[in-house]
Each structure stands twice: as structure tokens, then as C-alpha cells.
């Protein structure tokens, strides 16, 4: 017992091991800023993560960046284009409504409103076959069929 506790007291820094960044800004407004941006912009490396939740590198990187840009007094639009500018349409988490675009912001509608098209003609269909088929009489093969069954479920005495 006493071994488990050293083993674990020293196993226990390697855990905890994981870089914290810490950034000075003059102002509160900024912190907030910064820390909206990295909420809302994706690290290009990561499939989909955020900056602020990334250990990438490059995540990294962008996060230092961000600081400089604030601290610069740059406005919310010139950081995001600079952002575009260097890494792409997918650095945004929302991608702006533009014509190339539309696609992206379509496609969920469309795909619904195909989906339920889709749903309302097998519905339609299945109760025009159940409203305008009268049922139809079984065959000899599935008489016999179907007595062959009852026999068998018959119990025996």
C-alpha cells in the first residue's frame, strides 16, 4: 500500500504536466476579445477544435498572434481577415453568407427538405396500395404452406 502511494506521488507531476499561456493586455475589453476570437476560431490543423481547447502548434501560434493583433488596437474585422487571409474560409467556425458559400449554408435545408419529400411519397404510396388493392386470396401452394406451419405449432398429446 505504502509502494502504491510513492508510485503515485510520483506519477502525479507527469499528469499534471500541460502549458498554461498567459497573456498581459491593458485592458479587460481586450482579454474579453481575446478570449471570444479563440472560442470562435478554428486551429487549421485540428479537425475540430477551437483555439482556446488546441495544444497544436499552430494553434499555438495563432493564439499569439491574436495577442499581438489586439494589443495592436486592430478592430474585429481586420483580425478576422487577417485570419482568412492566411489560413482560409475554415479558420471560421461560421463561415461568412456569400455566393460560394450558399452551398454550405443550403445544403442542411435542402437535404432536409429532400428527406421529407422522400417520406411523403413512400407515404402516399403505401396507403394508395393498402386503400385501392382488395386482399388477395391465398394460392394452393400457400394453403398448403400455411396448414404445413399450423400442424407443426399444433401441440402434441
Known amino acids: 500500500m505504502r509502494g502504491a502511494a510513492i508510485l503515485l506521488a510520483l506519477l502525479l507531476p507527469l499528469l499534471a504536466h500541460a502549458a498554461v499561456e498567459t497573456y ?7 482579454r474579453l476579445r481575446y478570449l471570444e476570437f479563440t472560442r470562435e476560431l478554428r486551429c487549421p490543423k485540428c479537425q475540430n477544435q477551437n483555439l482556446a481547447d488546441s ?5 499555438t501560434d495563432l493564439r499569439r498572434e491574436l495577442h499581438r493583433l489586439l494589443t495592436e488596437g486592430r ?7 487577417f485570419m482568412v ?10 463561415p461568412r453568407l456569400e455566393p460560394r458559400t450558399w452551398f454550405l449554408w443550403g445544403a ?3 437535404l432536409l427538405l429532400t428527406g421529407a419529400l422522400v417520406v411523403a411519397g413512400l407515404v402516399r404510396r403505401a396507403r394508395a396500395e393498402r386503400a ?5 386470396p391465398l394460392s394452393d401452394h400457400e394453403r398448403e404452406r400455411l396448414a404445413a406451419l ?3 405449432r399444433e401441440p402434441r398429446a
Do not use: M, T
Open 55 to 59: 495544444n497544436a502548434p499552430i494553434a
Open 108 to 110: 442542411p435545408v435542402l
Open 75 to 81: 478592430s474585429d474585422e481586420e483580425i478576422v481577415e
Open 150 to 152: 399450423l400442424r407443426e
Open 132 to 136: 385501392g388493392a382488395p386482399p388477395q
Open 85 to 94: 487571409s492566411r489560413y482560409g474560409d475554415y479558420v471560421l467556425y461560421k
Open 24 to 30: 498581459a493586455f491593458a485592458e479587460e475589453q481586450q
